[in-house]
């Protein structure tokens, strides 16, 4: 059903509140130092025995102590106690902060720069979430905002009113909102696994197409590496370390980037297999640098280090010079001999599935997980007669283009279903449709 065909109450008033516009008769403004209670327990020396928890766009979760992810403090002494059943929320830098609001499920632990409350037994957790989420979705406590940290000091959090319905109503809607979310989120689930089969499916594609070629019927030999298998006979293998040049970008202080000439980042290689002509980064070098650290047509580009092992050894490739360019500290270029790989054929090659698996592999982590040059070198790379390697790259830029297409059409999709679940949500905790 459409919300617009959806029912309504029956009688409305003015909330004289300008985004919330008429709520219904019977619902109130109450202020919301008589639902929620601030509490603050350090845990002290006691940090042991709670479990870590984090304020996360998926609401609050548990942090794996044993495997950690990103950064922990030496000590938990200033952080504070949770209970299942409390809210959490981010007071502070909550115009960038992308989840402010979170409704605990578990006991546990969280910094104490969160601000945790309990919340009145006579009000219903689950709709005060949904009613909180639907607010920090469209900002809409910038009015209480204070400082350049877009801060909400507690006493104008306290005096904030929220409209509340009877609690029987309160519940109604919650269980409503639980059931319809549920089925959002599994239609969403959907739709992402049908991308995740689809990339499946084009990776092997690519996969297959640079250590196969394109003719089914070419006699086959063994490569002599156990990852990459037969490869066609007239073919050839070698490493990386005789095919060009390997160079670690620049590493400088902040106040050398932000001016001058252009300098491609981190996020440039990771995100674009094929490196933009135009990139927003800028340096402050010199022209001795611009010679050393070009960015010339045909360089391949590969991420060296980062915090997980899954962001390293991702390949964009330079399809056209950029003049006085210089690149980052977190990347290495790889400069092919002339004529040996072509820039098309590279752009597949370098992020076949299975080098990604090689890397991760043969990588060793510390404390950031790091590519070395060395390794890099050791790469095996298939080397196959060059009409050969544009003919590669034009069938699979054709697949290419069929999947991505497949691709964005379910990304528009699911874009659409997170629209609708925001909208829903909206209408049910300001009273524009009548659930019960």
């Not at 290419?400 to 999709?413: C, L, Q, R, T, V």
Request: hydrophobic share 40%; net charge neutral; glycine share 6%.
């Amino acid at each position: 059903m459409t919300l617009t065909a959806m029912p309504k109450y029956e009688v409305y008033k003015d909330s004289g509140v300008d985004w919330l516009s008429n709520i219904p008769s019977h619902w109130r403004p109450l202020a919301n130092k008589h639902i929620f209670k601030i509490r603050k327990t350090l845990v002290g020396k006691r940090s042991k025995q709670y479990d870590l928890l984090s304020l996360t766009l998926r609401g609050v979760i548990k942090r794996d102590m044993e495997n950690p992810e990103g950064k922990f403090p030496a000590e938990f002494d200033t952080y504070q106690e949770v209970n299942s059943g409390d809210f959490v929320f981010c007071l502070f830098d909550v115009e960038e902060t992308p989840r402010t609001v979170g409704l605990s499920l578990f006991n546990g632990m969280i910094t104490g720069a969160y601000t945790v409350f309990e919340v009145d037994k006579s009000f219903d957790r689950k709709f005060l979430y949904y009613f909180y989420l639907n607010l920090d979705q469209g900002k809409r406590l910038k009015p209480l905002y204070r400082g350049l940290r877009n801060t909400i000091p507690k006493d104008a959090f306290m005096a904030f009113k929220t409209f509340i319905p009877p609690q029987w109503e309160q519940t109604a809607i919650a269980n409503f909102l639980d059931a319809k979310t549920a089925q959002i989120d599994e239609a969403i689930a959907i739709k992402e696994q049908q991308i995740a089969l689809l990339n499946e499916r084009k990776q092997i594609l690519i996969q297959q197409a640079v250590t196969q070629g394109l003719d089914p019927n070419v006699p086959m030999k063994d490569s002599g590496v156990a990852w990459i298998g037969k490869i066609p006979e007239h073919w050839d293998i070698r490493k990386l370390r005789y095919l060009g040049q390997t160079q670690n970008g620049i590493s400088a202080s902040a106040e050398y980037f932000g001016h001058g000439y252009s300098f491609v980042n981190y996020s440039d290689v990771y995100k674009n297999r094929q490196l933009p002509a135009v990139v927003s980064g800028l340096a402050n070098s010199s022209e001795y640098e611009q010679n050393l650290y070009s960015v010339q047509d045909g360089d391949v580009f590969f991420t060296r280090t980062s915090e997980t092992i899954e962001e390293i050894g991702f390949a964009s490739i330079c399809f056209e010079t950029i003049p006085h360019a210089i690149f980052s500290g977190f990347l290495i270029r790889f400069r092919p001999v002339k004529n040996i790989i072509t820039k098309e054929y590279s752009k597949y090659y370098f992020n076949a599935p299975m080098l990604r698996n090689y890397f991760v592999k043969e990588m060793n982590l510390v404390t950031r997980a790091s590519l070395s040059q060395e390794l890099l070198k050791n790469l095996p790379v298939i080397i196959s007669p060059k009409q050969e390697q544009l003919e590669i790259f034009s069938h699979l830029e054709e697949i290419s283009k069929k999947f991505n297409a497949a691709i964005d059409i379910a990304f528009s999709e699911i874009e659409k279903i997170k629209e609708y679940k925001t909208t829903l949500i909206n209408s049910a905790v300001t009273g524009k449709i009548k659930v019960v």
